[in-house]
Every structure is written in structure tokens, then in C-alpha cells.
């Protein structure tokens, strides 16, 4: 957990005071011209996803979970109406917008809905007290929060892996190599976490059945060795 929250401050160290100054000329996207608003509707994305982030951090903390319930309850909603879904409407109006290309665009909306429908679900899940459920739905929900800084540090490296071909591949064109890496980051960003999670609930649930299938084989044995009592 403490590797975690001091990523995911640093992150928010360097992301968010931009998007606090109120000035249009600090934003680290260029705005669109079609899209007057930009600035101010991604601001309010970066502020309300920063509380996602915050607050998932506690939120995934078995030790916090565990010792203080009632606050994982109450953090849980602020996680959820503070965080993710604001965050998640206004990423889909910025990601509608993006200044980089179709591609990009398709994998911001993918990402937003992604994240609406995944932090939805686990709420409902939780109001019904599908318990199992609500984790694994949250699980999901917590690898599309943190993906923005994977989606970051495959940006700064795919920078490095293309800046040698840029006179080459991309004919020296700047905005070529921008939407190239954009695109690419912007996928793998949020998929390669996706992926990773479900592979972690399903290595669970195989676990689980493991247990289950030792825990059937051993039963008739124990079972017979009882001697009845008349």
C-alpha cells in the first residue's frame, strides 16, 4: 500500500496544479477550437478524479477495511459520487474532444463508460449486499482509476522509442508522432490494467475452486470413517 499512495501522491503532485491555477495556458492538452469549454470541463475531470484516486487508495487497503468499516462505507461514497462518476462523465466529454485523433478519441469514450459502468455496478452491488460481487466489479473500477498513470509512463516511453525515427517514420511532423503516441498510450494505458485485474480475479476464483474440489474429496472420507451409533 505505501508504494501506491506515494505514486499515486507524486502523481497528483505533478497533475493536478494546473488544473488549480485557472489558467487556460498551463493546461498540459491543448484545447481544441471547436471546444471553447475544454479547459474548464477537463479541470473538473482532473479534480474529482484526483479524489477517485485518494480515496481508492484507502479504499483497497485491507487493513483499513477491515479495522474501520463504517469508514469504508462513507469513503466508498464519496470514492463513487465524489469521484468516479463525475470524473468519468466529464472524461467523456473531454475524450469526445481530444486534440488527438479518432483513435485516441475511441479510446477515451471506451474508457470513460468503462469506468462509469464498472464503479456503477459495484455500488448496486454493495446496496444489494453482493459483497463478492461489489469487490470484484470495485477491483475493476480501481485498475481504470490508477490507469492514468500508466497511460502517463507509457507515454514518456514511447516518446523515447520513437524521437530516433522521427525524420524517418514520421517525416519529421510533429503532430504525427504527438497522435502516435497519444493513441498508443491511450489504449494501453487503460487495457494492460484491465487485463492484469481480471487476470488476478480469476487466479482467485481458481483458487477458490481448488479448495472447493480438495474440500469435496475429502468429505466421504471423513464421512466414513465415522462409525454409526445405534
Same mark, same amino acid.
Do not use: I, N, Y
Given at each position: 500500500m505505501?508504494?501506491?499512495?506515494?505514486?499515486?501522491?507524486?502523481?497528483?503532485?505533478?497533475?493536478?496544479?494546473p488544473y488549480l491555477s485557472l489558467d487556460p495556458s498551463q493546461s498540459r492538452v491543448p484545447a481544441p477550437d471547436f471546444f471553447p469549454p475544454h479547459f474548464v470541463v477537463l479541470s473538473l475531470h482532473v479534480v474529482f478524479g484526483s479524489v477517485a484516486m485518494i480515496t481508492c487508495c484507502l479504499q483497497i487497503w485491507p487493513w483499513f477495511r477491515a479495522r474501520h468499516p463504517r469508514a469504508h462505507r462513507w469513503i466508498g461514497r464519496v470514492y463513487v459520487f465524489g469521484g468516479c462518476l463525475p470524473s468519468g462523465v466529464m472524461g467523456l466529454v473531454v475524450g469526445v474532444a481530444t486534440p488527438w485523433g479518432p483513435v485516441t478519441m475511441v479510446s477515451n469514450v471506451l474508457l470513460a463508460l468503462l469506468w462509469l459502468g464498472c464503479t456503477f455496478a459495484g455500488w448496486r452491488m454493495a446496496r444489494q449486499r453482493r459483497f463478492v460481487d461489489h469487490r470484484r466489479w470495485m477491483v475493476r473500477s480501481f485498475a481504470l482509476t490508477m490507469s492514468i498513470i500508466t497511460n502517463r509512463l507509457h507515454g514518456v516511453v514511447l516518446v523515447i522509442l520513437f524521437t530516433p525515427q522521427f525524420d524517418t517514420t514520421f517525416g519529421g511532423d510533429e503532430a504525427a508522432l504527438g497522435n502516435t503516441v497519444a493513441a498508443?498510450?491511450?489504449?494501453?494505458?487503460?487495457?494492460?490494467?484491465?487485463?492484469? %485485474?481480471?487476470?488476478? +480475479?480469476? *487466479?482467485?476464483? !481458481? %483458487?477458490?475452486?481448488? +479448495?472447493? *474440489?480438495?474440500? !469435496? %474429496?475429502?468429505?466421504?472420507?471423513?464421512?466414513?470413517?465415522?462409525t454409526p451409533q445405534d
Open positions: 505505501a508504494p501506491l499512495m506515494v505514486v499515486a501522491a507524486a502523481f497528483l503532485a505533478f497533475s493536478l496544479p498508443l498510450s491511450a489504449w494501453l494505458g487503460w487495457v494492460l490494467p484491465l487485463l492484469l %485485474a481480471e487476470w488476478w +480475479l480469476e *487466479r482467485g476464483d !481458481a %483458487a477458490k475452486r481448488r +479448495l472447493a *474440489r480438495r474440500h !469435496a %474429496a475429502t468429505t466421504p472420507m471423513t464421512a466414513d470413517l465415522r
